[in-house]
């Protein structure tokens, strides 16, 4: 059993910066990776960022690259995703993930509740 906790999330202009936290507890796996997924209103949920259970590994989007940054902290129980240069498309539900897998999804997968960041213009 595996619980995600999400915060974080919230209003901000277009340009401005974020950092979502993630804390993990219960019985993670250590072969796991934590990452982020996002979702908008009518769209699918996509790839945002992933590390590996040591921290040691990072994965990134495309069009996350230069902006996102995911880390972990020193007990390997919280990811955070430090997010600069917002913009309106960024405007989405954040969720954490715990799962075998870094950029798609699986049925093993344990996810937080998501937050909402919203980017104005």
């Known amino acids: 059993q595996v619980q995600l906790v999400e915060s974080g999330g919230g209003l901000v202009q277009a340009g401005g910066s974020l950092r979502l936290s993630c804390a993990a507890s219960g019985r993670t796996f250590s072969s796991y990776f934590m990452g982020w997924f996002r979702q908008a209103p009518g769209k699918a949920r996509e790839f945002v960022a992933a590390?590996?259970?040591?921290?040691?590994?990072?994965y990134y989007a495309d069009s996350m690259k230069g902006r996102f940054t995911i880390s972990m902290d020193n007990t390997k129980s919280t990811v955070f995703l430090q997010m600069n240069s917002l913009k309106p498309e960024d405007t989405a539900v954040y969720y954490c993930?715990?799962?075998?897998?870094?950029?798609?999804?699986?049925?093993?997968?344990?996810w937080g509740q998501g937050t909402q960041v919203t980017v104005s213009s």
């Open positions: 993930k715990h799962g075998p897998s870094i950029a798609t999804t699986t049925t093993n997968d344990y």
């Open positions: 590390i590996s259970g040591s921290g040691s590994s990072l």
